[in-house]
C-alpha cells in the first residue's frame, strides 16, 4: 500500500498513531511502540515485492559501510581519504544502480537494488558518512541508527533529515511543547489534504491533463504555456501536501521534523526560491556538496577567483542534483538551468554593485522580482516535466513540422 494514498490508509494511520498520543498525555514516549509502529507500516507498505528485500540489503549494506568506517577513522590513521572516498562511493552506489538501470534496460526500468525512498534513505546515510569524516559525529549506535535511517514517516519522500538532529530529539527527554507539536500535526495533515487531494486533483484532472496532451500535439507558445503553469503547480501542491503529511504524522509522535517548502513562489530571486523550494534538498546539496567542493578549491589553491569558486559550487550541486532524478536530459538540463540562473544572479549582484546601482525596495520592485522569478521558475518546471521532449518526440515520430518554441 502506497503511503498516505487512500482513507483508509489514514484510517489505519490515524489508529496506529493513537496509542502515541495517549502515551505523550502521560509523559511517555513508548518508544518500543513506535518501533512496532514503524516496522508494521514498513511491512504494509513493502511486504509481497522486491522492494522488501531491497530495503533490508541496503540496511544491512550501509550499516556495515558506517561501522567499518567509524571503526577505521578511529583506529587506522593511513590512507584516510581512500578510504572515505570507498564508503562515500559504496554507499552511493545501490542509487546509482537504481538511476542507471532505465538507461540500460528501458524494457525493464526496475532495479533489483530499488525500493520506494532509495534517494531520501541514501541521502541521510551519505550525511553520516561525511560527518564521522568532519569530526561532528562521534558514535553511530545501532539502536538510534536504525530507527533513523528506517523513521517511516520520511522514508519514501523526505524531508531529508539530518542524524545529530534527530538523535537528539529521540534521547532527549519527552518535550514540553507536545501539545504544541500535535496541534501542528493535525494542522498539517488536514493541510497536506487540501493541497494534494483537492487543489492538486483539481489542477491535474481539469488542467494538466488536457494541456499536457495538446502541448505534445499541437506545441504552440499558448499550449506550452499553459501546460507549464499548470505543471508547476500541481508540482507544487503534490509534493507539498504530500510533506506536510509526513511532518504532520511526525509530529504527533513527537518529532519536530524540518519543513520541506516555505511559500516558494514568493521568492523574489533564485537564491530566495532555493531557499523556500524542497528545502531540506536544497540545503542538502548546499552543505554537502557545493560548500565543500568549494572549500576543498580554496583549500588546495585552485584559483583565488571567488567567482570561479561559486560557480563550481553552483554547476556541482545543481548539476548533480539535475542527475540524481535521473539519467534523462531534461533532468540534467534542468539541474544547469537552475545553476546558470544562481550563476546569473551572482552576476546581476556584482554588476548593481560595482556600478552602484540601487534600486529601492518598495511593493512595485518587489512585485517585479517576485513575477521575475516565478516565471523563471516556471520555466525550468516546463523542461524538467519532459512535455517539451514528448512534442519533440511525437513531432518527429509523425513527420509534422516542428514548433517554433
Not at 559504496?90 to 520506494?116: C, E, N, R, W, Y
Not at 519536530?256 to 534538498?281: E, G, Q, S, V, Y
Not at 542534483?321 to 546581476?348: E, K, N, P, R
Request: charged share 15%; net charge positive; glycine share 6%.
Amino acid at each position: 500500500m502506497q503511503p498516505y494514498s487512500s482513507p483508509f490508509y489514514f484510517v489505519y494511520l490515524g489508529l496506529a498513531l493513537l496509542p502515541i498520543v495517549v502515551a505523550h498525555a502521560f509523559g511517555k514516549k513508548l518508544m518500543w511502540y513506535q518501533v512496532l509502529f514503524t516496522i508494521a507500516f514498513l511491512w504494509l507498505t513493502f511486504s509481497g515485492t522486491m522492494s522488501l528485500w531491497a530495503l533490508l540489503f541496503f540496511g544491512a549494506f550501509e550499516t556495515l559501510l558506517i561501522k567499518f568506517y567509524e571503526h577505521y577513522k578511529v583506529k587506522w590513521k593511513k590512507n584516510q581519504f581512500s578510504v572515505f572516498l570507498t564508503v562515500l562511493l559504496l554507499s552511493i552506489f545501490p542509487l546509482f544502480m537504481v538511476k542507471l538501470t532505465p538507461l540500460i534496460d528501458p524494457a525493464h526500468p526496475q532495479s533489483i537494488f530499488g525500493f520506494l525512498g532509495i534517494s531520501y534513505v541514501t541521502f541521510k546515510t551519505v550525511n553520516i558518512i561525511l560527518e564521522i569524516r568532519d569530526g561532528l559525529i562521534k558514535d553511530v549506535p545501532l539502536k538510534e541508527y536504525f530507527y533513523f535511517l528506517y523513521f517511516f514517516p520520511t522514508i519514501s519522500s523526505g524531508p531529508i533529515d539530518r542524524f545529530r538532529r534527530f538523535r537528539k530529539e529521540m534521547e532527549g527527554p519527552l518535550t514540553k511543547n507536545y501539545p504544541d507539536l500535535l496541534g501542528k500535526g493535525i494542522f498539517y495533515i488536514f493541510q497536506g489534504f487540501l493541497y494534494k487531494y483537492i487543489i492538486g486533483y483539481l489542477i491535474d484532472t481539469y488542467f494538466l491533463h488536457h494541456l499536457a496532451i495538446q502541448a505534445t500535439l499541437s506545441p504552440s507558445f499558448l499550449n506550452m504555456t499553459g501546460s507549464m503553469y499548470a505543471y508547476g503547480l500541481y508540482l507544487f501542491f503534490d509534493f507539498a501536501g504530500y510533506s506536510l503529511f509526513v511532518i504532520g504524522v511526525s509530529a504527533i509522535m513527537g518529532y519536530d521534523i524540518p519543513n520541506n517548502f516555505n511559500r516558494p513562489f514568493i521568492a523574489k530571486n533564485i537564491k530566495d526560491f532555493w531557499n523556500r523550494w524542497h528545502m531540506t534538498l536544497s540545503f542538502w546539496f548546499r552543505d554537502f556538496v557545493a560548500m565543500r567542493l568549494m572549500k576543498t578549491i580554496m583549500v588546495k589553491k585552485w584559483t583565488k577567483n571567488m567567482v570561479t569558486v561559486a560557480t563550481c559550487g553552483y554547476l556541482a550541486s545543481m548539476g548533480l542534483m539535475g542527475f540524481w532524478h535521473g539519467f534523462t536530459w531534461y533532468y540534467i538540463v534542468y539541474g544547469f538551468y537552475h545553476a546558470f540562473l544562481l550563476i546569473g544572479y551572482d552576476a546581476w549582484l556584482r554588476w548593481k554593485k560595482k556600478r552602484g546601482l540601487k534600486i529601492p525596495a518598495n511593493a512595485l520592485t518587489n512585485g517585479i522580482s517576485i513575477f521575475i522569478t516565478f516565471n523563471v521558475v516556471f520555466i525550468g518546471f516546463l523542461i524538467f516535466s519532459g512535455i517539451p521532449n514528448d512534442a519533440l518526440m511525437y513531432a518527429m515520430h509523425v513527420k509534422i513540422p516542428l514548433p517554433n518554441f
